[in-house]
């Protein structure tokens, strides 16, 4: 029985293209195509060898999984985050975690190594067991790919997409933050990119200065207005975003998109909670002038540190997903608590007064409700996050 969890494909919309068989998927029938065109054989070729003799494959309840339209976040199963939820990714310098990547790599590079699957190209590159999963490849046009499908983590979260069947017979997948913190091996990462032949198009490198010890916002506007950041040319253009003191968090970027691109932020203002002093350097490498090494996946901090010679002092201390993501849900959470005394902290009282003991079991019955504040979406869920903030919570009360 095939298991076609990590792969639903939908391409029943492609236009001009001839219905060759109707394989049934839990009980739906799901339009798979034949025909001439090559979007058509390139999403045939995507499908399991089952589903492309046009079986009966049915899936056990617990795997079920069926994403949302192309651009809308999925909707699955409610499965916690796995053990390898924050792990640190194999590199040889922790400086630095790689936030957003973006590959393209010729189909016929699939058909070399005859992994043309999306769920088994996921696992070859990255070595998803289901952390993030294939959408329906639909004829939705991203990227200049006539075909695609979104990348929808197991919280049910839209971590990327995969486009298809144009841009010279290539492939292009894209994992955003989100999605680039289920990766745990980027040592494999680096060198499936190389088996390949693929080419890195964009790569954004971060560095988290988490008690704002080295780099500072309002200093790198100065040294940026002096033009120390033009490595003995031109100096890049710049441009400042302030939060004119209301708390918010303060932006400064050094170059432009497409090119290469950095960008500084007081990160923990931006996620809600004005008092913090947790600043992130990023920085944007893109493919489309200069070729981009294979080697920053595995050495993220010395491409942050080698982009302008003014960080190369400034990018200390160890940065790990770990760290980033308790950084987060601290800062969330401090933020959420002090929204909820600020918000609801006075009606609570009238209730502990009006209950005594009692007014929790009211609270509970009356006030609480599933789920989780949309501040903590892409950051964790379910029991790590329920850790998280009690110990991050804990801790600051201490």
Not at 29 to 43: H, M, N, Q, T, Y
Not at 90 to 117: H, N, S, Y
Not at 133 to 160: M, T
């Amino acid at each position: 029985m095939a298991d076609l969890s990590h792969l639903e494909v939908d391409v029943r919309s492609v236009a001009g293209v001839r219905p060759a068989f109707d394989p049934v998927i839990n009980g739906a029938r799901v339009r798979a195509i034949d025909g001439s065109s090559k979007e058509a054989r390139l999403a045939v070729a995507m499908l399991p060898p089952a589903a492309q003799r046009g079986d009966v494959l049915r899936l056990p309840s617990r795997y079920a999984f069926s994403p949302a339209g192309t651009g809308e976040k999925g909707q699955g199963v409610e499965v916690g985050p796995g053990s390898n939820t924050g792990q640190k990714s194999v590199a040889k310098d922790q400086g630095a975690i790689i936030d957003f990547l973006t590959i393209v790599f010729p189909f016929a590079a699939a058909e070399d190594v005859r992994c043309t699957k999306l769920d088994l190209l996921l696992y070859r590159i990255f070595g998803f067991r289901g952390e993030v999963v294939v959408g329906a490849i639909r004829e939705k046009q991203w990227n200049f790919y006539p075909l695609s499908a979104v990348l929808v983590d197991r919280e049910g979260e839209l971590v990327g997409r995969v486009g298809m069947g144009g841009n010279k017979e290539t492939i292009c997948i894209s994992l955003s933050g989100a999605g680039c913190k289920w990766v745990t091996r980027w040592e494999q990462v680096y060198r499936q990119l190389g088996v390949l032949r693929a080419k890195i198009s964009r790569v954004d490198v971060a560095h988290d200065d988490y008690d704002g010890r080295h780099l500072d916002v309002h200093t790198l506007r100065e040294r940026a207005a002096a033009g120390d950041f033009g490595e003995g040319g031109c100096p890049p253009r710049h441009r400042f975003i302030s939060d004119e003191g209301h708390g918010t968090g303060c932006t400064l970027y050094v170059g432009g998109k497409g090119h290469k691109e950095l960008c500084v932020y007081e990160k923990g203002k931006q996620m809600g909670l004005p008092s913090s002093p947790w600043v992130r350097a990023e920085v944007r490498l893109y493919g489309k002038h200069v070729e981009v090494p294979h080697d920053v996946v595995v050495n993220p901090a010395a491409y942050l540190r080698g982009a302008y010679s003014v960080l190369n002092s400034l990018i200390q201390g160890v940065c790990t997903r770990l760290k980033t993501i308790r950084k987060q849900v601290e800062c969330s959470a401090e933020a959420a608590v002090a929204w909820l005394n600020r918000q609801a902290g006075p009606m609570l009282n009238v209730l502990r007064e009006a209950f005594g003991h009692s007014w929790a079991d009211f609270a509970e019955a009356r006030v609480l409700r599933d789920g989780h504040p949309g501040r903590f979406r892409g950051i964790a869920k379910g029991e790590p996050l329920h850790r998280y903030v009690r110990e991050e919570l804990c801790l600051s009360a201490a």
